[in-house]
């Protein structure tokens, strides 16, 4: 079964800092899809951005980018030039959308 | 569009009684999911519909959950009888075309609390 782990519950970062979130899966497929999601105070699911695995290219969305390393099973989400709306809990998914525990992220004024 | 409707936002009831929770996906999208959030288990797939058809229900928790969809427009997450275990936020997304692939909007959740 495929599993998805973030690691870190809980997350700081400066106003207009950078930030890395983590994530890593397990699976035996060799294409799939990989999914960071973002859940502000409203609850509502937003999705930030996703990547493909047969893309080599990692995905980029503005101040959103991923670092995926395929082999590694590692698809960490990095936030630059960090806002105050960013703040939220941060969701990475797997194809079938099976959910890591999420990362709550704060940002500082 | 409104994107993604869910009824009511919130809903509190008794034990034991019937709880039915409603969705409207986004106009032509062919695909509804179902989701249940908690602290304990975190984001959870319940039921996957593609074109009115349940997919996937094996994320279903037991026989007093079932979930219909008589057309494209209309989804129900029904209870019967609901347990305290079952508070929960229940999100319902949609997506346009088939299965995991495609972008899912999600709706902003019912808030269940069983007493």
């Known amino acids: 079964a495929q599993t998805v782990t973030q690691s870190q519950p809980e997350m700081s970062v400066q106003e207009a800092e950078t930030v890395t979130l983590s994530c890593t899966y397990d699976?035996?497929?060799?294409?799939?899809?990989l999914f960071w999601y973002k859940q502000p105070p409203s609850r509502q699911m937003i999705l930030v951005i996703r990547?493909?695995?047969?893309?080599?290219q990692n995905a980029t969305e503005n101040r959103f980018s991923v670092n995926f390393q395929k082999a590694a099973k590692s698809f960490s989400l990095k936030i630059s030039d960090s806002q105050l709306g960013d703040a939220a809990m941060y969701f990475c998914?797997?194809?079938?959308?099976?959910f890591g525990a999420g990362t709550r992220l704060t940002v500082k004024p | 569009d409104a994107g993604v409707i869910q009824s009511p936002r919130h809903e509190v009831t008794e034990m034991g009684q019937e709880v039915t929770l409603r969705c409207k996906p986004i106009?032509?999208?062919?695909?509804l999911f179902w989701y249940r959030q908690t602290m304990m288990r975190g984001l959870e797939l319940l039921i996957y519909?593609?074109?009115?058809?349940?997919?996937?229900d094996s994320g279903m928790p037991e026989d007093r959950f079932s979930a219909k969809m008589p057309n494209a427009s209309f989804s129900t997450l029904k209870i019967q009888p609901s347990e305290p275990r079952d508070s929960a936020v229940y999100f319902c997304?949609?997506?346009?075309?088939?299965?995991?692939?495609?972008?899912?909007?999600f709706g902003p959740g019912t808030r269940l609390t069983v007493l």
């Open positions: 997304a949609s997506s346009l075309f088939w299965a995991y692939t495609d972008t899912q909007y």
């Open positions: 699976t035996s497929e060799s294409d799939y899809y």
């Open positions: 990547q493909e695995a047969y893309k080599q």
């Open positions: 998914a797997y194809l079938d959308m099976r």
């Open positions: 106009s032509g999208h062919n695909s």
């Open positions: 519909f593609n074109n009115n058809v349940p997919i996937d």
